[in-house]
Antibody
Framework: QVQLVQSGAEEKKPGASVKLSCKGS????????INWVRQAPGQGLEWMGVISPSGSRITYAQKFQGRVTMTTDTSTGTVYMEMSGLRSEDTAVYYC????????????WGQGTLVTVSS | DIVMTQSPDSLAVSPGERATINCKSSQSVLYTSQNKNYLAWFQQKPGQPPKLLFYWSSTRVSGVPDRFSVSGSGTDFTLTISSLQAEDVAVYYCQQYYSLPITFGQGTRLEIK
């Protein structure tokens, strides 16, 4: 079954870091880029960045430059997204979504990971 | 950045009636050498990730009902549901992938009247 499976919900304090995972299965991992998109409660979709399967090409949205790090592990077909300096405004569902080459349509999404930032 | 603007923000339509959602980009998303619009439409139901409906502005994803149709090119696009069904209640988003950063419209909430 072709799918992206994301790690479980996280609860963090302000100022902490969080590292989320997104594991691809049922397809050739090295053929697709992975994007991260977040959605605050009741809000729209916000693109955070994209990473190539090898990790050699990464583009972050300007808003997240310096606070987000995306990495890949080709041996396990897993992509990671780490965010530091968490604030309450980072409370959101974080999705990973694949495409073929960055400027492409997202044909498969993970189920989402809820990150709650609260003191 | 390309700004995507949808209208209306919300829409209530009676079952069996037509629903129309508009999407406008701040610059053309038509790649003229390929004659392709780098635009996609998504449907998102509560508690679920977005689901791809159309890509290259008008290529229908397998399994998407025929009552969904799209039109437009360049900067102006429309998603139409010809005869609204209860299962179509969702938030609909347009997305441009012409250039990074990828951007989405703010979403249109579609409800049953």
């Amino acid at each position: 079954q072709v799918q992206l499976v994301q790690s479980g919900a996280e609860e963090k304090k302000p100022g902490a870091s969080v590292k989320l995972s997104c594991k691809g299965s049922g397809y050739t991992f090295t053929t697709y880029y992975i994007n991260w998109v977040r959605q605050a409660p009741g809000q729209g979709l916000e693109w955070m960045g994209v990473i190539s399967p090898s990790g050699s090409r990464i583009t972050y949205a300007q808003k997240f430059q310096g606070r987000v790090t995306m990495t890949t592990d080709t041996s396990t077909g897993t992509v990671y997204m780490e965010m530091s300096g968490l604030r309450s405004e980072d409370t959101a569902v974080y999705y990973c979504a694949r495409d073929r080459y960055a400027e492409d349509y997202f044909d498969l999404w993970g189920q989402g990971t809820l990150v709650t930032v609260s003191s | 950045d390309i700004v995507m603007t949808q209208s209306p923000d919300s829409l209530a339509v009676s079952p069996g009636e037509r629903a129309t959602i508009n999407c406008k980009s701040s610059q053309s998303v038509l790649y003229t050498s390929q004659n392709k619009n780098y635009l996609a439409w998504f449907q998102q139901k509560p508690g679920q990730p977005p689901k791809l409906l159309f890509y290259w502005s008008s290529t229908r994803v397998s399994g998407v009902p025929d009552r969904f149709s799209v039109s437009g090119s360049g900067t102006d696009f429309t998603l139409t549901i010809s005869s609204l069904q209860a299962e179509d209640v969702a938030v609909y988003y347009c997305q441009q992938y012409y250039s990074l950063p990828i951007t989405f419209g703010q979403g249109t909430r579609l409800e049953i009247k």
